[in-house]
């Protein structure tokens, strides 16, 4: 069991391009999120996925858009990346709103 | 009151100490509790669930106050493999039903030698 996969690792991205975030889960978790976390911030909630075909907005979910593309994957996108959103991204799954299970996040910077 | 706060830390202790980390939340009606460990660079991973009547995984001991809206852990023994940030994990509960998970910030341990 691989858990929760998620690509790229690293990313480096000019102001105003766009890019997609990939998330996959193997644990047939009904539930999937996107989390961002910032020095001081702790980890913000920016979009989740209670099931298959619904998703809603978290904390933080302005400059985003996400897809559950199927009951294993949940992507995220950035249409016009800013330097605010240079980041670290993750990934979680969990089966209802119990335990949360992460990925190993994505590592974003915005020039 | 913030949703969940924790002291920030660092906590800064030899080898063998016990260490205790506290955290408030302020849902009362907030009925999962857990305690994750983040390592510098990684992503959270789950250490223990809290439960009503306090819990104990080897050297880490959880335990949860509803009167007081406070949640504790203590680690036994520390060793240097300890060493991460330790974040308290409440879920909301409004409407009658359960909300997503709200994390804390986080209070970071370094053990010494």
């Known amino acids: 069991n691989a858990g929760v996969t998620q690509t790229p690792k690293f990313q480096v991205l000019k102001t105003g391009q766009s890019m997609t975030l990939q998330c996959a889960q193997d644990?047939?978790?009904?539930?999937m999120y996107w989390y961002r976390q910032d020095p001081g911030m702790g980890l913000r909630l920016i979009y989740y996925?209670?099931?298959?075909?619904?998703?809603d907005k978290g904390e933080v979910p302005n400059g985003y858009n996400v897809s559950r593309l199927n009951k294993r994957e949940f992507s995220l996108r950035l249409e016009s990346a800013a330097p605010s959103q240079t980041s670290v991204y993750f990934c979680a799954s969990s089966e209802g709103r119990n335990e949360q299970y992460f990925g190993p996040g994505t590592r974003l910077t915005v020039t | 009151r913030k949703e969940v706060e924790q002291d920030p830390g660092p906590f800064n202790v030899p080898e063998g100490a016990t260490v205790a980390f506290n955290c408030t939340y302020s849902n009362s009606a907030s009925q999962s509790f857990f305690w994750y460990r983040q390592d510098c660079r990684k992503e959270p991973k789950l250490l223990m669930s809290v439960y009503s009547s306090g819990n104990e995984d080897g050297r880490f001991t959880a335990q949860l106050n509803r009167a007081s809206q406070y949640i504790s852990l203590l680690i036994r023994d520390s060793k240097l493999s300890d060493s991460a940030t330790y974040l308290c994990v409440v879920n909301k509960y409004y409407g009658g039903s359960q909300g997503n998970l709200i994390f804390g910030k986080g209070t970071k341990l370094s053990v010494k030698p």
């Open positions: 996925s209670a099931s298959e075909g619904t998703t």
């Open positions: 644990m047939n978790h009904n539930s």
